[in-house]
């Protein structure tokens, strides 16, 4: 079982940047594949990047790509999300998921998730 604890949400101004970050706790954390989601009110949640347990692969939301970047810290056990060039569309609940078996771009394929970090980008 793993524990996610996302960080780091705020408000920025669009054509800004900022970076929030899921620290993972558990016995077992560091086998765990992790992802980001978010979910705008009224909109489905949706996919935005994951990185692999073994660090080999990383996966990113078409329209996403080139603008957010995902990292992870496998000594911390923690995943970070890089937004650049926020747009105010890009204003959502941010989620970290988890996932024992490879990267998934599906909500329903992750077991655990964190409570969510609000960002919100002001025009």
């Known amino acids: 079982q793993v524990r996610l604890v996302e960080s780091g949400g705020g408000l920025v101004q669009a054509g800004g940047s900022l970076r929030v970050a899921c620290a993972a706790s558990?016995?077992?954390?560091?086998?765990?594949?992790l992802a980001w989601f978010r979910q705008a009110p009224g909109k489905e949640r949706e996919f935005v990047a994951a990185?692999?347990?073994?660090?080999?692969?990383?996966s990113y939301a078409d329209s996403l790509k080139g603008r957010f970047i995902i990292s992870r810290d496998n000594a911390k056990n923690t995943v970070y999300l890089q937004m650049n060039s926020l747009k105010p569309e890009d204003t959502a609940v941010y989620f970290c998921a988890a996932r024992h078996f490879g990267i998934a771009r599906s909500a329903a394929a992750y077991n655990y998730w964190g409570q969510g970090t609000q960002v919100t980008v002001s025009s």
């Open positions: 558990g016995r077992t954390a560091s086998v765990f594949n």
């Open positions: 990185f692999s347990a073994s660090g080999g692969s990383t």
